[in-house]
């Protein structure tokens, strides 16, 4: 049986492990952004309706504001910190975000991004319903909607294209 | 008063015995969707909703038995801390009892339904539970289980005894939904009515299953949810169905029979009188489109 009195907890986040304690009720998102500096999730409702601390949990989209950090044990975490290229280029998704001006305040758009990618990779050609439905549990209280769903379907575009993807000409100008 | 301490158990009879131990109670924990945020209430006061105060979490969301999808015994059986995201997408499901299906995705967010289980969102009792009008649409049964005696099934109608109180016994937990296979595929329809079309608690969630003989009704099911203190059977609507040609008209004059089982309140999400109306179209419609879905 796994019982943690001292909850000394395995975390690798973008690749790097981490050794924690934490106490057994500590959520994920207070742990990345107060223990390993990771603010790029953020704290939004704390109830998990706002989808701002979205991180992705061995390869699955969860809600870091009610996830126990204990729970999340030799887990392998993503966070927005975690998805620019090795090189330091930023994710196709990333950039079309920023050619779209899909980013008002920003609060939303870590969760968004990460939100978009997941969806991609299951569906690489989403339409536009399929985008929408995807993004339901991530709130943008700037109402840009329009604009993500833009930067989502250019990303789709052009990471369909296996070539460009990895093109060095990926890193433009925000418009 | 805190929470202490943090258990996972490896198999369901060590985490029976964990719930069995004595001392204060242990905080049964799946996907925390609904604990989480109720747990940070308990950090001002101490205590949850029902008056527990917990000092271990007992998180049951990695036991292998208590997870998937599987036939069984003439059943569909469900473990209880499969999520919402599996059971929508999973293709007996989708097949065999597609209001269950329709129901989980109808729950909160996709964020929201990869943790959410369906065995949580039976136990927190809800009212506006969107899987449970489903599951009673579905005649399904939960088997619950504890430390002494063998495992106990019960129909989901008993299940729910009061406003957010089930029939579990201190020490029991639920560890499978199960739903007859016999007759499925069936014609059924669940219905959500929210405030927006995205991550929203139901004003009225509502399902049905109507089998036909020729057009006439030879079964119908119906089950509601956030209309009365515990998500309801409308037994007089049933009745009134059956042996019934059903028509547009029928379904009307039979949907009104559901405020014999509705008790709708005033809330931040709508008036005891909207639900009602709501409660009562619902109805109607459903009947009426799974009606032409079987065949009448």
Redesign the interface.
């Known amino acids: 049986?796994?019982?943690?009195?001292t909850?000394a907890i395995i975390l690798t986040v973008n690749g790097d492990e981490h050794m924690l304690v934490v106490?057994?009720?500590e959520?994920l998102i207070n742990v990345l952004r107060n223990e390993l500096g990771l603010t790029g999730s953020k704290y939004g409702c704390?109830?998990?309706?706002c989808?701002a601390c979205?991180v992705l949990i061995d390869g699955?989209?969860?809600?870091a504001?009610?996830?126990?950090a204990?729970?999340c044990d030799g887990k392998e975490i993503v966070t927005i910190e975690g998805i620019a290229r090795p090189d330091g280029g930023l994710h196709p998704i990333q950039e079309e975000f920023l050619g779209e001006n899909a980013v008002q305040c920003g609060f939303c758009t870590p969760g968004m991004i990460l939100?978009a990618g997941d969806l991609l990779k299951r569906n690489p050609h989403p339409t536009e319903p399929e985008i929408r439905?995807?993004i339901?549990?991530?709130?943008c209280r700037c109402t840009g909607y329009n604009g993500i769903v833009r930067a989502i379907q250019h990303a789709a575009a052009r990471m369909a294209e296996p070539a460009a993807a990895d093109g060095p000409d990926l890193v433009k100008e925000a418009r | 008063m805190k929470l202490e301490s943090y258990v996972r158990p490896a198999g369901l009879e060590e985490a029976l015995a964990v719930l069995a131990a004595p001392g204060p109670k242990a905080l049964v924990f799946a996907g925390g969707t609904d604990l989480v945020p109720m747990m940070r209430k308990m950090r001002m006061n101490g205590t949850l909703l029902n008056g527990d105060s917990p000092r271990v979490i007992l998180d049951l969301s990695k036991l292998d038995e208590l997870c998937g999808i599987r036939k069984a015994g003439g059943m569909l059986e469900i473990g209880a801390a499969t999520t919402m995201g599996v059971i929508a997408a999973d293709p007996s499901v989708k097949k065999l009892v597609p209001v269950l299906a329709a129901a989980a995705a109808s729950v909160g967010s996709p964020l929201v339904r990869n943790r959410a289980t369906l065995g949580g969102n039976l136990v927190t009792a809800s009212p506006s539970a969107d899987t449970a009008p489903a599951l009673l649409a579905a005649g399904a049964v939960v088997r619950l289980a504890g430390a002494e005696g063998g495992p106990r099934e019960l129909p989901l109608s008993e299940f729910f005894v009061a406003y957010r109180k089930t029939a579990l016994q201190p020490g029991e937990i639920v560890t499978h939904v199960l739903v007859p296979l016999a007759g499925r595929p069936v014609a059924g329809r669940f219905e959500k009515v929210g405030l927006r079309n995205a991550d929203a608690i139901s004003v009225v969630c509502a399902a049905c299953e109507i089998e036909l003989e020729g057009s006439t009704c030879r079964a119908a099911r119906i089950g509601l949810g956030a209309v009365a203190a515990v998500p309801v059977r409308a037994l007089a609507v049933e009745a009134a169905l059956l042996g019934r040609e059903i028509t547009a008209d029928v379904a009307a004059e039979c949907a009104r029979l559901v405020h014999e089982h509705i008790s709708p309140i005033d809330d931040v999400r709508a008036s005891a009188q909207y639900r009602g109306w709501v409660a009562e179209a619902v109805v109607a419609r459903m009947i009426t489109d799974t009606a032409r879905e079987a065949g009448a």
């Open positions: 049986m796994l019982t943690s009195c909850n106490e057994p009720n959520l704390g109830t998990g309706q989808g979205t699955e989209p969860a809600l504001c009610v996830t126990l204990v729970a939100m439905h995807h339901k549990g991530n709130i």
